[in-house]
């Protein structure tokens, strides 16, 4: 452990992906150390992860999801990302005004893809 940063703990995440004959995902399974619901594998459909490099200042993205899952499915999968995305960076950075638009781009992509239903103008 780095002494530098003052880091005390570490605690890992493992990905695990089955590739068919292909080598397109057929199966994505991860785990946590810190998982409150235990150690074990869970299965997943897709996974969307970014990494900010420090030394380039570019993101590297691992974007995957298996053979079977279906587009409503990534639509939601964006969506509850889209949606992530804004609170994540309202709480990081505090711009109110574009979180809400990040937010409104979010709820716009769920009501158009069909994921939640479409807002009433009259209530706004």
Excluded: C
């Excluded at 053979?67 to 309202?90: A, N």
């Amino acid at each position: 452990m780095s002494e530098e940063k003052n880091i005390k703990k570490e605690s890992r995440i493992e990905v695990v992906v089955g590739l068919n004959e292909e080598s397109v995902p057929a199966e994505i399974k991860w785990r946590a150390d810190d998982n409150p619901e235990g150690r074990q594998f869970l299965n997943a459909k897709g996974m969307l992860v970014s990494f900010f490099d420090e030394k380039s200042r570019d993101t590297l993205r691992i974007d995957l999801w298996t053979e079977d899952l279906q587009v409503m499915e990534m639509d939601r999968m964006v969506y509850h990302t889209l949606k992530g995305l804004s609170e994540t960076y309202l709480r990081s950075t505090g711009n109110k005004e574009l979180a809400g638009q990040m937010r409104q781009f979010a709820e716009y992509f769920g009501e158009t893809t069909e994921i939640v239903p479409p807002s009433d103008p009259a209530k706004e």
